[in-house]
Each structure stands twice: as structure tokens, then as C-alpha cells.
């Protein structure tokens, strides 16, 4: 049974950082790629970043590029997303997702191409 479990979250500051992890089970990362994704109230799902760690391969929506930073960790089967000088607008509920394989540059902000979820975490950006 596959599960990815996010933690991490919570309560950051503008200007500030936060690292949320998402931990897979069920599921070796060398054969998936994991993309994060947030949901702002009132918004549809959007993607933030991805990483398909076999190929060291990261990609990152322009509004977090330069701020937010994907990384595997291989022993712990965990992705991280490392969210430096956050911004009020990053605040939503934040979410992992495994794909087999890997998609597209073009492809991998598209959410129905995920096969598994975690549960989603709440990210709050405020002063």
C-alpha cells in the first residue's frame, strides 16, 4: 500500500523559511518522480515544484523559483521542499504526489497525471 505522509508545516513568516518532507512508503522514489503542489482557498491546484531524483532532475513554477528548493533523500525515501523568503501568497494547503517514471517539462504541474497523494498540509504566510 503506498502512503506519502507530509509534515512540516505550519505557521512561517514573511521572509522567512519553512521545510516540509514528504515520506513514501509503498513506493521506491528511484521509479517515481513526486511533485508538490499547493491550493490557496479559492483556488484551483497548482504546481510549486518536482523532482525526479533518478534523472537530478528538478523543475519549479516561476512564482517559487529562486525561493523553494526540492530534494530527495534516498536512505529516508523522502522528498523535501526547503521554502525560503516566503511570501504572504504562498500560503494554502500543500501537497506531494508521486508519478511512475517522470513527465514532461510541460507536463508535470498537470495534477490528474498523479497516481498517489498525501494527505496535504496547511502552509501559512503571515506576520
Known amino acids: 500500500q503506498v502512503q506519502l505522509v507530509e509534515s512540516g508545516g505550519g505557521l512561517g513568516q514573511p521572509g522567512g523559511s519553512l521545510r516540509l518532507s514528504c515520506a513514501a512508503s509503498?513506493?521506491?522514489?528511484?521509479?517515481?518522480?513526486i511533485g508538490w503542489f499547493r491550493q490557496a482557498p479559492g483556488k484551483e491546484r497548482e504546481g510549486v515544484a518536482y523532482i525526479r531524483s533518478s534523472y537530478g532532475k528538478t523543475n519549479y513554477a516561476d512564482s517559487v523559483k529562486g525561493r523553494f528548493t526540492a530534494s530527495t533523500d534516498k536512505a529516508k525515501n523522502t522528498v523535501y521542499l526547503q521554502m525560503n523568503n516566503l511570501k504572504p501568497e504562498d500560503t494554502g494547503v500543500y501537497y506531494c504526489a508521486a508519478v511512475p517514471g517522470g513527465l514532461s517539462d510541460s507536463t508535470w504541474p498537470s495534477t490528474f497525471l498523479y497516481s498517489y497523494w498525501g494527505q496535504g498540509l496547511q502552509v501559512t504566510v503571515s506576520s
Open positions: 509503498g513506493l521506491l522514489l528511484d521509479y517515481y518522480a
